[in-house]
């Protein structure tokens, strides 16, 4: 058990919102030179408790006391905090594409001689500063040039610019891949054992087992109870009961499925990059879905998968080169957002804040904005429709908010997504296309989004599902393709399918299988190449 002093306690904080009490007094202790995760369910007060913590909600704004180092602090804002050695990296990353990772780590924090930057000096301490975190590139690189692993380090390395003591890290692995998310871990282990105490929010129970050194959960706004991680294994089912207030037997509810026949069908889709001349991001794609199924499609970060699904909803990503969608044995044109939703499919994408909401608009104006018709009258929204209508997803969906009036932008990401969902489960979609819907969510609210889900398959309706978690495509679809380089290099039915041979087929790069999209069996094993046989654009 870790027996390092006490470097920074958060007693009996209270802090409240225009009807909402978000914390209640709660209260924790931080070991220095530990790493200490912070557990609990979206809109349980987590995020809410670190913004207080970093000055974000300055002293004053909430009642209780924050103690660094035996002795009450008062943060009025971000730059006491920082300058105290408290930085807070939050789960939407602040970094600006357009500048370089040299300016980006010292923005704000410049390094001057005399009235001048001195970027001989900046670019140094970056040199040495990615050697730290272990990030591999030229300082001068821009942000947007970078992928999200890489931008995290970035993150890291601008904090430890500030001499940062207390890290706090928001959902630091939501959007990794799960070699950028071991990275990740393994780099806070370093810090760990340089010294550094990092304060972790995680919905990642295997993450948390596997590097924390004690546990606060917090329920509802309160502190549930906080727990020393010894040599023994941590105990999940314990942190899931301290989360949600109850058991869960399962991770996934119990669900029979009724398969019927196949209404959906993709052939032979071809899709090029819209930025890379030549590159394909979709090589003849071709699947299909029944009636009363759920359908997976695994890959690595970057396999296509999203490119797939955006194409086919309506061609929002890439340029169309060929292929044929076919809804019940007719052959369809789906070439806009429009039309698609016109055919009854829905896209729930993986970047909820900058594709799936506005969040200027309130939770009501939301929930109806993809099927204004149904609550419409001649050209006029009916505002008591309306209304009823955002309720009765917000009560049914369990969206912790006090009023359908409230913005999109004021819930947790876990309310947020919820709301993504609740706005095309509204439009009554024949094909729900779902892509990682539920990153960054916690193990109940997981649990209520797949009982949706398999509740809509139950109705007769089709739904496919991304996701990069292989636990959560298999205990959850009925059927599961592979993706891999833009290419489905193969499919399998549940009962056959375990995590070995998904990651087999999700890392095969030559001999890619074209799957006939009726039978599922193998039409060919001749490589796909990413030149186009054809790049006549015909229409689908």
Sequence with gaps: MT???????????????????????????????????????????????????????????????????????????????ESAGVVIIHQELALIPELSITENIFLGNELTSGALIDWDEQRRRTIELMQRVGLVANPDTPIKNLGVGQQQLVEIARALSKDVRVLILDEPTSALNEEDSENLLQLMRGLRERGLTCLMISHKLNEIADVSDAVTIIRDGRTVESIEVTDEPLDEDRIIRGMVGRSLEARFPDHTPEIGETFFEVRDWTVADPEVEGRLVCKG???????GEIVGFAGLMGAGRTELARSIFGRTYGQYLSGQIYMNGEAVSIPTVGSAIDHGLAYVPEDRKTLGLNLLDTIKDTVVSAALKKISRRTFIDEDREFAAAESYRKSMRVKAPSVREGVGKLSGGNQQKVVLAKWMFTEPELLILDEPTRGIDVGAKYEIYGLVQKLAASGRGVIVISSELPEVLGLADRIYTVCEGAITGVLDRADADQESLMRLMTTTSGTQTIDPVTDTPVTDAPITDAPTDTTTSAA
């Excluded at 931080?30 to 979206?42: D, K, L």
């Excluded at 794609?285 to 029944?290: D, M």
């Design 285 to 291: 794609s071709s699947f299909h879905v029944k009636r």
């Design 3 to 81: 027996t390092s002093p006490v470097i920074l306690e958060m007693q009996h904080i209270t802090k409240e919102f225009p009807g909402v009490k978000a914390l209640d007094d709660v209260t924790l202790a931080v070991r220095a030179g530990t790493i200490h995760a912070i557990c609990g369910e979206n809109g349980a007060g987590k995020s809410t408790l670190m913004k207080v913590l970093s000055g974000v909600y300055p002293h004053g704004t909430f009642l209780g006391e924050i103690v660094l180092d035996g002795s009450p602090v008062h943060f009025g804002n971000l730059k006491a905090s």
